[in-house]
């Protein structure tokens, strides 16, 4: 099977059920950002030793694959059966963030990203869960969605914030405090 189909050549792609829209409809941009968000998860994972990091951000890019499918899935055409997101999905980022917070200094200003690789990484990757939140809220204004995806895109880019701040701290990485010119 040949990676190209020469389908697309004109500006259109096909969702799973077959219809076929603009690349730059709402609904590609959601998906293709999500697919985004998942190659930098990857840098994040490439930047780490901690095995328990890295089966989080495996863990992580399956649901991500999971978000991707239903959003490439035409919500009124598509019979094919593709994996279900569920509310212990979102769980889960909330109980890996509360081990992490417990081992973390309470927060008491805003911090600049940085202090180490993968900790910017981790804040490059946060930054594009919120930017493909943001797309899933405004799809979901016209199209279907499937109605855990857009709370999983919010829980998952503070679970990236946490993360972040929990590498640093492993690796004893600055915190950089924002000292706001008044």
């Given at each position: 099977m040949k990676i190209y189909t020469k389908k697309g050549d004109t500006g259109t792609t096909g969702l799973i059920g077959?219809?076929?829209?603009?690349k730059s409809s709402l609904r590609i941009e959601s998906y293709g950002t999500v697919d985004e968000l998942n190659s930098y998860i990857g840098v994040v994972r490439?930047?780490?030793t901690t095995q328990t990091?890295?089966?989080?951000?495996?863990e992580v890019q399956d649901r991500l694959f999971t978000i991707g499918s239903?959003?490439?899935?035409?919500?009124?055409?598509?019979?094919m059966k593709i994996p279900d997101l569920l509310?212990?999905?979102?769980?889960?980022?909330?109980?890996?963030?509360?081990?992490?917070?417990q081992e973390l200094p309470e927060m008491r200003f805003f911090i600049l990203p940085?202090?180490?690789?993968?900790?910017?990484?981790?804040?490059?990757a946060r930054c594009v869960s919120r930017r493909a939140e943001r797309i899933i809220v405004d799809l979901a204004q016209h199209e279907?969605?499937?109605p855990l995806?857009?709370?999983?895109?919010?829980?998952?880019?503070?679970?990236?914030?946490?993360?972040?701040?929990k590498i640093a701290h492993d690796l004893n990485a600055p915190e950089q405090p924002w000292k706001p010119r008044l």
């Open positions: 077959g219809t076929r829209v603009l490439d930047h780490l990091y890295i089966d989080q951000l495996i239903s959003l490439a899935s035409d919500p009124e055409k598509s019979n509310e212990k999905d979102i769980e889960l980022l909330e109980k890996w963030m509360d081990e992490m917070d940085g202090g180490h690789p993968a900790v910017s990484f981790c804040h490059v279907f969605v499937a995806v857009g709370a999983y895109m919010n829980r998952l880019s503070d679970y990236l914030f946490v993360l972040g701040r």
